[in-house]
């Protein structure tokens, strides 16, 4: 390593990775973080859970200390110690240290920045009124700890429906507090598509959750020892407590004012090997602009793994190494009250922005093996490239299981492979961990089938319903329950006795429950010269389709 001395700002995931990395790599550099905090290497993304007593010891967020870096790693960590700016022309920077109020400097010969990224707080009146907080750190969740037990409190606001929000939301609830959830955009978890995202609102409504979407907070007053909030239709709530969960925006002060580059997003802008245009300075972690591996557009992903990665490929690329950061595809994972919902790749809504060709389907396998006791549904949408079938993302929500399929799709997706590769996938089985073809093979074999005019699919939203004919193949009791209006229903086991009465000279639209039914009808209807198409997802997907429109 020619890069003997290696100063790291900021000590959470890609600080904390990068120091201990460079270590592996090199044992005579001089390695120290920088820290403006009171902690180094904390679990942040366990702080919710911190906040609602499910994680009961503090201790346990500490993924590493100051003791533990010195004696394993020999790097010295130095807490309370902001820095103030760089000196790129001398390679030194500025620090103080808060508990001393020293200002000192520091050379380097290799420079890492990984100051993460702050909660987003708008400027709106009120904001900054007694018992609204954010969630970053673990003096935030000792903060909103003391809240709770001193001021009892009984009803909270959550502003914001991503991660944070709903688990705030769920932590919250645990603890016995009544929530209001609040959130600008149409739906929660913005990265997914609406529909997919309709068992969320279920569960948090059996829980005694309200929601509210499509309306943004305009104004926060005190109203005595509570808060009151008001949305932009107008709309007020009362709370003792209020969590913004509104996002993040990334720490650059210190880059901006050292005149390093950063991106439209407002990120540093790195290449490959996480290096800024400074070569002797690196950046990691949440405040540093990605290439999306989907789409090749630049983008900010918060999210623990990447920024771990990327510390890592800093400390190979300081150590002379030539490894490459290949990108984000934003897999992630959010489970509220036993619901699991996961995500990689890009969403529909992110490839219609982009003008990206993409196919879909949709599922509802279950996570095992039906003759097994316990097996539990797992709604799955996968999308993918109509030219060679590859994998564009993947989406699935469900009580078991659903993290696995991501992850099986995740790597897929990274290594390029194809709808036709899912489909031959050889994946553990037995009967209470999944089937002898796993809902990832259904998932490649419905997308195959389509691609290759086996069993072509078609959508709920992109159906001609004047020229077509629409078939439900279900029961007759499963018809008489729920139906799409205008819809003939004959039973897949009286189908081949009752083909006189389809026509042969317009599409024929099958759906069933889920859409296996559907699929048998379809080939079969194929195979006697129809014109067959199934309603991918089934009946299902329609109504998560619908009560999507009408969540707003």
Same mark, same amino acid.
């Given at each position: 390593?020619?890069?003997?001395?290696?100063?790291?700002?900021?000590?959470?995931?890609?600080?904390?990775?990068?120091?201990?990395?460079?270590?592996?790599?090199?044992?005579?550099?001089?390695?120290?973080?920088?820290?403006?905090? /009171?902690?180094?290497?904390?679990?942040?993304?366990?702080?919710?859970?911190?906040?609602?007593?499910?994680?009961?010891?503090?201790?346990?967020?500490?993924?590493?200390?100051?003791?533990?870096?010195? %004696?394993?790693?020999?790097?010295?960590?130095?807490?309370?110690?902001?820095?103030?700016?760089?000196?790129?022309?001398?390679?030194?920077?500025?620090?103080?240290?808060?508990?001393?109020?020293?200002?000192?400097?520091?050379?380097?010969?290799?420079?890492?920045?990984?100051?993460?990224?702050? $909660?987003?707080?708008?400027?709106?009146?009120?904001?900054?009124?007694?018992?609204?907080?954010?969630?970053?750190?673990?003096? !935030?969740?000792?903060?909103?700890?003391?809240?709770? %037990?001193?001021?009892?409190?009984?009803?909270?606001?959550?502003?914001?429906?991503?991660?944070?929000?709903?688990?705030?939301?769920?932590?919250?609830?645990?603890?016995?507090?009544?929530?209001?959830?609040?959130?600008?955009?149409?739906?929660?978890?913005?990265?997914?598509?609406?529909?997919?995202?309709?068992?969320?609102?279920?569960? #948090?409504?059996?829980?005694?959750?309200?929601?509210?979407?499509?309306?943004?907070?305009? =104004?926060?007053?005190?109203?005595?020892?509570?808060?009151?909030?008001?949305?932009?239709?107008?709309?007020?709530?009362?709370?003792?407590?209020?969590?913004?969960?509104?996002?993040?925006?990334?720490?650059?002060?210190?880059?901006?004012?050292?005149?390093?580059?950063?991106?439209?997003?407002?990120?540093?802008?790195?290449?490959?090997?996480?290096?800024?245009?400074?070569?002797?300075?690196?950046?990691?972690?949440?405040?540093?602009?990605?290439?999306?591996?989907?789409?090749?557009?630049?983008? #900010?992903?918060? #999210?623990?793994?990447?920024?771990?990665?990327?510390?890592?490929?800093?400390?190979?690329?300081?150590?002379?190494?030539?490894?490459?950061?290949?990108?984000?595809?934003?897999?992630?994972?959010?489970?509220?009250?036993? #619901?699991?919902?996961?995500?990689?790749?890009?969403?529909?809504?992110?490839?219609?922005?982009?003008?990206?060709?993409?196919?879909?389907?949709?599922?509802?396998?279950?996570?095992?093996?039906?003759?097994?006791?316990?097996?539990? /549904?797992?709604?799955?949408?996968?999308?993918?490239? $109509?030219?060679?079938? =590859?994998?564009?993302?993947?989406?699935?929500?469900?009580?078991?299981?659903?993290?696995?399929?991501?992850?099986?799709?995740?790597?897929?997706?990274? =290594?390029?492979?194809?709808?036709?590769?899912?489909?031959?996938?050889?994946?553990?089985?037995? /009967?209470?961990?999944?089937?002898?073809? !796993?809902?990832?093979?259904?998932?490649?074999?419905?997308?195959?089938?389509?691609?290759?005019?086996?069993?072509?699919?078609?959508?709920?939203?992109?159906?001609?319903?004047?020229?077509?004919?629409?078939?439900?193949?279900?029961?007759?009791?499963?018809?008489?329950?729920?139906?799409?209006?205008?819809?003939?229903?004959?039973?897949?086991?009286?189908?081949?006795?009752?083909?006189?009465?389809?026509?042969?000279? =317009?599409?024929?639209?099958?759906?069933?429950?889920?859409?296996?039914?559907?699929?048998?009808?379809?080939?079969?209807?194929?195979?006697?010269?129809?014109?067959?198409?199934?309603?991918?997802?089934?009946?299902?997907?329609?109504?998560?389709?619908?009560?999507?429109?009408?969540?707003?």
């Amino acid at each position: 390593m020619t890069q003997k001395r290696i100063l790291i700002v900021g000590g959470v995931a890609g600080g904390a990775s990068c120091a201990a990395r460079s270590r592996r790599l090199c044992e005579d550099a001089e390695i120290i973080i920088f820290d403006r905090g /009171p902690f180094v290497s904390f679990a942040n993304c366990g702080l919710p859970y911190y906040v609602g007593d499910v994680i009961t010891d503090e201790k346990k967020l500490l993924v590493a200390n100051t003791d533990l870096f010195k %004696q394993r790693f020999n790097i010295e960590v130095r807490l309370l110690n902001e820095v103030l700016s760089i000196d790129r022309e001398n390679r030194q920077i500025t620090v103080k240290d808060l508990e001393k109020d020293k200002v000192y400097t520091e050379s380097y010969d290799a420079l890492v920045l990984s100051p993460g990224a702050s $909660p987003i707080r708008p400027p709106l009146p009120g904001i900054d009124l007694p018992g609204i907080f954010a969630l970053r750190t673990i003096p !935030d969740s000792r903060r909103i700890r003391a809240w709770i %037990q001193e001021h009892q409190v009984q009803q909270a606001v959550i502003v914001g429906g991503g991660f944070i929000g709903l688990e705030m939301t769920e932590n919250l609830v645990h603890r016995g507090i009544s929530v209001t959830l609040l959130e600008r955009l149409p739906q929660v978890m913005p990265p997914l598509d609406p529909e997919m995202v309709v068992p969320i609102y279920d569960r #948090l409504k059996s829980h005694g959750v309200q929601v509210n979407l499509g309306d943004g907070v305009t =104004r926060f007053e005190a109203e005595g020892d509570r808060l009151q909030i008001t949305t932009e239709s107008g709309q007020q709530y009362g709370a003792d407590l209020v969590i913004l969960a509104i996002g993040v925006r990334p720490e650059t002060k210190l880059a901006q004012d050292a005149g390093l580059d950063l991106g439209d997003r407002g990120g540093f802008r790195v290449n490959e090997q996480m290096q800024t245009n400074d070569p002797h300075i690196w950046a990691v972690g949440d405040a540093v602009e990605v290439q999306d591996y989907v789409t090749g557009e630049w983008t #900010l992903i918060p #999210l623990a793994g990447p920024a771990n990665r990327q510390g890592r490929i800093a400390a190979d690329a300081i150590a002379g190494r030539d490894m490459k950061f290949r990108g984000v595809q934003g897999t992630s994972v959010c489970g509220i009250f036993d #619901l699991v919902v996961a995500s990689t790749g890009a969403s529909e809504k992110t490839l219609k922005r982009l003008n990206i060709p993409y196919e879909k389907i949709y599922l509802h396998p279950g996570h095992h093996v039906g003759y097994f006791p316990g097996a539990k /549904p797992i709604d799955m949408k996968l999308l993918f490239s $109509p030219d060679d079938g =590859r994998i564009l993302g993947a989406q699935a929500a469900g009580s078991q299981g659903v993290e696995k399929r991501i992850d099986v799709i995740a790597m897929a997706l990274q =290594r390029h492979a194809t709808v036709f590769d899912l489909e031959e996938a050889e994946l553990c089985y037995a /009967p209470q961990f999944g089937a002898a073809k !796993d809902p990832v093979n259904f998932a490649g074999a419905i997308a195959a089938n389509h691609l290759r005019g086996d069993a072509p699919v078609v959508q709920w939203d992109a159906v001609d319903w004047d020229r077509g004919f629409l078939l439900d193949v279900r029961e007759k009791g499963e018809f008489e329950a729920g139906y799409v209006s205008g819809a003939i229903n004959i039973p897949l086991g009286q189908l081949r006795d009752r083909l006189e009465e389809l026509p042969q000279d =317009r599409d024929i639209y099958v759906y069933c429950q889920v859409g296996q039914r559907a699929y048998y009808a379809t080939r079969a209807l194929r195979l006697n010269h129809y014109p067959a198409f199934n309603l991918t997802g089934g009946f299902k997907t329609h109504n998560s389709v619908k009560n999507a429109e009408n969540t707003v």
